[in-house]
């Protein structure tokens, strides 16, 4: 009975709800671009917001567990297979935004490949657009708790709670601070 | 039917949840003042907390994109017209804070016009109540994602992400870091 | 009438929702040890993931206003009485994380007991596991908006908003920054 209910719970439930919502989404987004490359897990809270299309891509085995928020403003947003969102990240994207493989992405992230315009006086801030950067994280890198990136992040990199990325952080490091400093160079792998 | 799904996806639908909403907000704490001077988009997650009373006052045109938290505790939160909250941003006013138009408060972005009193060791810190600093956010500000806002912001000044502004930041300049520094100094307007 | 509908939103509607949220909980959970020592809030979003079971003990009148999330990969998480959580804390816990009594946990406040761990260049982040160690948070703490935990923060202690505590923080200080450094000693309390 206890082994029963704890399978309806964490696999039965989440399973069917994640199909719902996933079918709930394309059927409510005609004009974007929406392509699952397999089995994907839509928790609760999961947002789409392209009120004028933009294309996401997901790879296999990609888990949103819970309130992940994307915003596309005719953006093109791909994502890596095994690449795991936890809670509340928001991904806001104007032009290009590549997500790698086996990424961790923790709890409250926002990624962002743009900043407001914000240097003429005379034009209100809302009306000036924006400067889009597209972005790209690299395969295995791992965002942590409240990381807030608005540059490349190289693959296996690790970038620290709340720490702010505005220059590149390149593959085999760790970065935190705000702005986002290299504090340690990883081993990079033997050659086979 | 795809302009018409889109349509009503991005248009219909979100305009008369946001119309319920309104309605079930104001029905449900009589006890606030509350009032809407326009058109106001309130989007899913919208939370009113204010057990004690106070005062909303929001401009035409503000935007609660998703998961906005308003915290009263008898306090006066007044937002300016066309002022966008994107994604899970809380305010907590006990005495007074004022945003002004057109201002952008991206996600998780935190606004409060006290600190806990914590020095007193005599007393629990729940019990030592508030220091109380009513906060004013100028103009055609933004607060970039999780700022966290403890001072007052001046018109078009911009608050970098993950910063902490805990003394008030002048106008027409951009402050960033934990606490907050003016970084770089913006061109104002030129005389008309 | 309006007397009537503010305790009705406020006193009895709450009252009833959460009474429903901690019997659904402990429904959906037999493999969890969970424990709840008197009346306790459970306010809405509140989210419970333990797919390989834990322990949850939770004092009396403890506060869980929205989406709290407690994520238990076999671990053991106590509350003690009194503690409040705003909105929007993440809990994520391995091996134990004791959190004390009369603490505030404040807005998108992350507490975790374990780093990934991603030296090895030659296995996927996801694949090598946590280094954890246990976390213990002081009675009367407070933890401020956004900060993130990641070592022991003594009793009475005060973490700004934003911080990162990589290092314990000790009793009666306020901490601050990323890495968060102790920036104040606080008064003890005075000999009975």
Same mark, same amino acid.
């Given at each position: 009975? @206890?082994? =029963? *209910?704890?399978? =309806?719970?964490? +696999?039965?439930? /989440? @399973?069917?709800?994640?199909?719902?919502?996933?079918?709930?989404?394309? =059927? $409510?987004? /005609?004009?974007?671009?929406? $392509?699952?490359?397999? &089995?994907?897990?839509?928790?609760? !809270?999961?947002? +789409?917001?392209? &009120?004028? !299309?933009?294309? =996401?891509?997901?790879? &296999?085995?990609?888990?949103?567990?819970?309130?992940?928020?994307?915003? +596309?403003?005719? !953006?093109? +947003?791909?994502?890596?297979?095994?690449?795991?969102?936890?809670?509340?990240?928001?991904?806001?994207?104007?032009? $290009?935004?590549?997500? !790698?493989?086996?990424?961790?992405?923790?709890?409250?992230?926002?990624?962002?490949?743009?900043?407001? @315009?914000? @240097?003429?006086?005379?034009?209100?801030?809302?009306?000036?657009?924006?400067? *889009?950067?597209?972005?790209?994280?690299?395969?295995?890198?791992? *965002?942590?708790?409240?990381?807030?990136?608005?540059?490349?992040?190289?693959?296996?990199?690790?970038?620290?709670?709340?720490?702010?990325?505005?220059? &590149?952080?390149? /593959?085999?490091?760790?970065?935190?601070?705000?702005?986002?400093?290299?504090?340690?160079?990883?081993?990079? /792998?033997?050659?086979?």
């Amino acid at each position: 009975m @206890r082994q =029963l *209910l704890r399978r =309806l719970t964490y +696999l039965r439930v /989440p @399973r069917l709800m994640s199909a719902l919502r996933k079918r709930w989404l394309i =059927l $409510r987004h /005609p004009h974007v671009d929406i $392509r699952f490359d397999g &089995p994907v897990q839509i928790g609760p !809270g999961f947002t +789409l917001f392209a &009120p004028e !299309g933009g294309a =996401l891509h997901v790879g &296999p085995y990609v888990e949103f567990r819970r309130d992940f928020v994307a915003e +596309l403003h005719g !953006g093109t +947003l791909t994502i890596g297979g095994g690449t795991v969102f936890t809670y509340g990240a928001v991904v806001q994207c104007s032009s $290009r935004i590549d997500i !790698g493989a086996r990424c961790v992405v923790a709890h409250a992230v926002t990624i962002v490949d743009g900043n407001h @315009r914000f @240097r003429d006086p005379d034009v209100p801030v809302l009306a000036q657009g924006y400067d *889009l950067r597209p972005i790209t994280i690299g395969d295995d890198a791992t *965002l942590l708790a409240k990381a807030t990136i608005i540059a490349d992040v190289g693959a296996r990199a690790v970038v620290g709670a709340n720490a702010v990325v505005t220059k &590149p952080v390149p /593959p085999f490091t760790v970065a935190a601070g705000a702005p986002a400093r290299v504090i340690e160079e990883l081993r990079r /792998p033997s050659p086979a």
